[in-house]
Antibody, heavy 120, light 111 residues
Framework: QVQLHESGPGLVKPSGTLSLTCAVS?????????WSWVRQPPGRGLEWIGQ???????HYNPSLKTRVIISVDKSKNQFSLELNSVTAADTAVYYC?????????????WGRGILVTVSS | QSVLTQPPSVSGAPGQGVTISCTGS?????????VHWYQQLPGTAPKLLIY???NRPSGVPDRFSGSRSGTSASLAITGLQAEDEADYYC???????????FGGGTKLTVL
């Protein structure tokens, strides 16, 4: 079955850029699914960051849109997240997830998540 | 402040039942958009629990059920077990935000 695995630096300096990659295994990123990033600040709830299709089409959360870029690399079967001008408020566990196409897509499965701390 | 409102916590004794509400508005649940539910056990990633309001993925016990009406949705859990202790999140879509939205989460404590 499809599995996702996040990777990237666990520590980013304030005003820097957070860069993460999600490797997809057990299935093709070129399938009829959107692929998403979701984050969870410590002790808080979930926030959808954005999504990408294998064609490169993207949609972003309006609250983060000016700072986010999500890209896809079909040759490596992975997609990536870049979040720039980070502050302590961006400290969170970042999850990647597959979206199941439906009237309203749902997220399944999820990666294990990666904690990214923004600190000098 | 989450677009979908959930109670911060609920609790129940083993064997009892609880209900978790998810209240939205006319731009999300009230617009007819489906609701999905996730269970997040301590220290783990969220896991799909209910999709499209009332459907259970394979492997989810029938003790878990969902419903949607008007601008709200609910997750019901019967026959509580210690392993049900987790955070539960609802998810839908908001047309005003053009974004997937989550509830703030509800912590279930099994007494």
């Amino acid at each position: 079955q499809v599995q996702l695995h996040e990777s990237g630096p666990g520590l980013v300096k304030p005003s820097g850029t957070l860069s993460l990659t999600c490797a997809v295994s057990g299935g093709s990123i070129s399938s009829s699914n959107w692929w998403s990033w979701v984050r969870q600040p410590p002790g808080r709830g979930l926030e959808w960051i954005g999504q990408i299709y294998h064609s490169g089409s993207t949609h972003y959360n309006p609250s983060l849109k000016t700072r986010v870029i999500i890209s896809v690399d079909k040759s490596k079967n992975q997609f990536s997240l870049e979040l720039n001008s980070v502050t302590a408020a961006d400290t969170a566990v970042y999850y990647c997830a597959r979206e199941i196409p439906a009237g309203i897509n749902w997220f399944d499965p999820w990666g294990r998540g990666i904690l990214v701390t923004v600190s000098s | 402040q989450s677009v979908l409102t959930q109670p911060p916590s609920v609790s129940g004794a083993p064997g009892q039942g609880v209900t978790i509400s998810c209240t939205g508005s006319g731009s999300n649940i009230g617009a007819g958009y489906d609701v999905h539910w996730y269970q997040q056990l301590p220290g783990t990633a969220p896991k799909l629990l209910i999709y499209e309001n009332n459907n259970r993925p394979s492997g989810v016990p029938d003790r878990f059920s969902g419903s949607r009406s008007g601008t709200s949705a609910s997750l019901a859990i019967t026959g509580l077990q210690a392993e049900d202790e987790a955070d539960y999140y609802c998810q839908s879509y908001d047309t005003s935000l053009s974004a997937s939205v989550f509830g703030g989460g509800t912590k279930l404590t099994v007494l």
